[in-house]
């Protein structure tokens, strides 16, 4: 293997290699990716790998509907011999309280001039989507036809195999340990195993140990690891088209083609990098969620485990360029939802990165935004 690359990547999610098949396909295929583990091995594994594009934030919007677009065709675009698992069954975005059905009618103000097809219904409406929604205590319901979700093995495999096709080489079960730089820039990182790559450009992709590698080039990335766990029944027949989301009571359900369902529910937890399961996220997870939809009490539950969210202070990415390391870039923060707006960020990364324009402007993801206090608030997560 090679010691030196135009380019490395660090972290074999999602974003990692989206970016090294996007910047591949602008012709930089001199390109190393490096991944601690195996492909898929961190948060992108773990996730529920839901595609929405009902968001609070114009960013946000624009960014699954256009990430949408892709996922669309994900097999075509990057060359992939199997299906990437996307089902469009739509997002039902449930409101249980009358200040948050009023940010659902300004959310959808922002969705529909952007184009996405997204409308309010009343909760009869919603039933009609789920005829076994318990409805008590909500106030309405938003949905988005277009909204699914996919399989987030196969969309990474599909990115990294594109890149792979390309020129790009893969190093799995590696740890980057350390970053070299001279003169202000960026040389190479080093690994576990005592190598050294040089490259005159780095993109850290390594979620929320993103901010600690950044760290050892003096940049400091205010993102923080939050555990996130989730669950998955026995298969049963189709009985749940699209995805049941609440944010105010923290939930999401959807029933995955093979016919199991994946759940979850958000913590209030301290950052930390935990990612242990907890019997106390079954408990709670299963009381909520049979309550909405109470036909689930019937499943068996067949495994639950736990991921991090990359926290970033207003739920939006961080891209950004190291100051004393030129040529070293992070891309973290994607506050759990760094799934779906993966492909649009990676085209954004890699136009930035080969000097194409693109009609985003990357200087907004900066983390310069938190020292003016531009916060670009995302009022809808779970
Ligand atoms: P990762 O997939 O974590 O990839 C980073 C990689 O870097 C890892 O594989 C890691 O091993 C590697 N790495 C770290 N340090 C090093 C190092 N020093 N050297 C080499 N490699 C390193 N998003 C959605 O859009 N929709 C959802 O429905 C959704 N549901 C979620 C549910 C849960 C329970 C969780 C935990 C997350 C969910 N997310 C969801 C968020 C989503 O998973 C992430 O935002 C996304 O996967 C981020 O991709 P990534 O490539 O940045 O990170």
């Not at 989206?18 to 948060?43: C, H, M, N, Q, W």
């Not at 960026?186 to 950044?214: H, Y």
Request: glycine fraction near 10%; hydrophobic fraction near 40%; charge should be negative.
């Amino acid at each position: 293997m090679k010691k030196n690359y135009e380019a490395i990547v660090i972290g074999g999610g999602i974003v990692g290699c989206a970016v090294a098949f996007e910047l591949a396909k602008r012709g930089l295929t001199d390109i190393l990716l490096i991944e601690k583990g195996y492909l898929s091995s961190g948060a992108t594994g773990r996730c529920g790998a839901g595609i929405r594009q009902q968001w609070g934030s114009e960013l946000n919007a624009r960014l699954a509907l256009e990430s949408t677009h892709i996922f669309e065709h994900l097999e075509e675009y990057t060359g992939y011999g199997q299906s990437c698992g996307l089902q469009q069954g739509g997002y039902l975005l449930v409101a249980y309280t009358e200040k948050e059905w009023a940010q659902f009618q300004e959310n959808l103000k922002v969705q529909q001039a952007l184009g996405i097809d997204a409308k309010a219904l009343d909760l009869q409406q919603a039933k009609e989507i789920v005829p076994f929604l318990n409805t008590e205590g909500m106030f309405g319901a938003t949905f988005c036809e277009k909204d699914g979700h996919a399989n987030p093995f196969h969309c990474t495999m599909a990115y990294a195999r594109g890149a792979a096709r390309m020129g790009a080489e893969i190093l799995t079960y590696t740890e980057v340990t350390g970053l070299r730089t001279q003169g202000g820039r960026i040389t190479g990182v080093e690994t576990a195993g005592g190598d050294f790559f040089g490259a005159g450009l780095v993109i850290n992709c390594a979620n929320v140990r993103a901010p600690g590698l950044a760290k050892l080039v003096g940049e400091d990335i205010p993102v923080v690891s939050e555990r996130h766990q989730a669950l998955v029944t026995e298969p049963v027949a189709p009985l749940l088209r699209s995805m049941v989301m609440s944010f105010h009571r923290s939930f999401y359900v959807q029933q995955t083609p093979h016919g199991s369902f994946v759940m979850g529910i958000g913590p209030h937890e301290e950052p930390s990098f935990n990612t242990r399961s907890s019997w106390q996220f079954l408990e709670k997870n299963c009381a909520v969620i049979c309550e909405t939809l109470p036909l689930l009490r019937k499943l068996n539950v067949v495994r639950q485990w736990a991921g991090s969210y990359d926290l970033s202070p207003d739920h939006i990415p961080v891209i950004d360029e190291a100051k004393e390391a030129k040529g070293f870039y992070s891309v973290c923060g994607f506050s759990g939802h760094g799934f779906m707006v993966a492909p649009r960020i990676a085209i954004l990364v890699a136009n930035h990165l080969t000097g194409q324009t693109d009609d985003l402007d990357i200087r907004t993801f900066s983390q310069e935004r938190y020292q003016k206090g531009v916060f670009l608030l995302e009022p809808s997560v779970v």
